[in-house]
């Protein structure tokens, strides 16, 4: 696997725990979380030591589709995919142009990689909806702030999708969405 799918992966030292970050699932905010805590912490690593427990953070894939096209599409949005990666996409566009270049690109760019393949094999998995109880549960030490709150997040994704689009990405993201068990 490519190391541009593996950034976001941190180890925390003295508690021998893999965090395994997926863009788009709440990363920028346990990455936060733990450069303001007292922990011994590495990043950019190719894969989290295998005697340390693996904990991979996921989010629901169409949740995170439509987040990704907000943030990467938007105006104002200082790191556009038109910039970084494929022509195609533009300041602006509609979500239903978006999601047929990623259909076209899934392995393109780690905003749209598949989060099985971005995480691999972990000890758990904890999802972006279930990421506060859990976290405190963890890591009491370790507050998590939610500093860049997407606007979508706390809106419900589905209005966004018509039934084609949500199967599209049903069909794109069939090995992701069998694999955590989301649900449209």
Not at 57 to 75: E, F, M, Q, S, Y
Not at 78 to 95: A, C, I, R, T, V
Not at 135 to 149: A, G, K, Q, S, Y
């Amino acid at each position: 696997m490519s190391r541009l799918f593996l950034a976001n992966h941190i180890e925390l030292h003295r508690l021998k725990v893999g965090l395994l970050l997926v863009p788009k699932a709440a990363s920028t905010a346990i990455r936060s979380a733990v450069r303001r805590s007292d922990q011994a912490y590495s990043t950019n690593l190719q894969i989290v030591r295998r005697k340390y427990y693996r904990i991979g953070i996921v989010r629901n894939t169409w949740d995170r589709l439509l987040a990704v096209w907000h943030a990467k599409t938007n105006p104002a949005w200082p790191w556009k995919l038109s910039q970084l990666h494929n022509s195609e996409f533009q300041s602006g566009m509609d979500f239903a142009p978006f999601l047929d270049i990623v259909a076209r690109n899934i392995e393109a760019n780690h905003h749209f990689y598949p989060q099985h393949k971005i995480i691999g094999r972990c000890h758990q998995v904890w999802t972006t909806d279930e990421l506060d109880a859990k976290w405190l549960e963890r890591f009491p030490d370790m507050p998590l702030m939610h500093d860049n709150v997407n606007v979508l997040r706390t809106r419900d994704y589905r209005p966004y999708y018509t039934t084609a689009l949500a199967d599209l990405v049903r069909e794109i993201y069939i090995d992701e969405i069998t694999h955590f068990g989301f649900e449209f």
